[in-house]
């Protein structure tokens, strides 16, 4: 798929229905979040999202990837993390409307689908049920990825203090 042909692509059904927003959704729903829902796409250093930039839109990764940075105090681009396809981004600035705390940039070419909190915010009145199931999976995202972290936290702390291992 060319840059040239992403500006063509819509959100669809089956891209809703393949993400983890759409595993509990009825396939109504997910046309639904689909009609609300947009494409970009990136070339392989482009910003999906800034530091510090307020958006209020969810990004999930249909194709290629992304990488989570951060720039250290002496200027560099700090690598925290690669998203793949299926995976989300934003969802704390989604969900609260607060600042990025780290960019989004793309690995190559990489597309996803959007969603703006204001146009999901329809569903509270049109599909209540929609919503709360769409909220639980970004939840459980979210849990997952704080998991993942304490439990890093964990060995890294093992490592520095040689505790609880073979370190």
Do not use: W
């Amino acid at each position: 798929m060319t840059m040239e042909t992403v500006e063509d692509l819509v959100a669809t059904t089956e891209m809703v229905a393949n993400s983890p927003l759409g595993t509990e959704l009825t396939e109504a729903q997910c046309a639904s979040l689909a009609a609300k829902a947009s494409v970009v796409g990136l070339n392989d250093g482009d910003y999906m999202l800034k530091k510090d930039e307020v958006d209020n839109k969810l990004y999930v990764i249909i194709s290629g990837a992304a990488e989570v940075v951060i720039e250290s105090v002496a200027g560099d681009i700090i690598s925290l993390h690669l998203l793949r396809v299926g995976d989300m981004a934003g969802e704390l600035g989604f969900l609260d409307g607060k600042p990025r705390s780290a960019s989004l940039r793309a690995v190559g070419t990489c597309i996803a689908y959007t969603l703006c909190r204001d146009d999901f915010e329809d569903f509270i009145k049109e599909d209540p049920d929609l919503m709360y199931k769409v909220m639980r999976a970004i939840t459980r995202t979210v849990h997952d990825i704080l998991c993942k972290m304490n439990s890093e936290h964990v060995e890294m702390n093992n490592y520095i203090y040689k505790q609880h291992g073979r370190y």
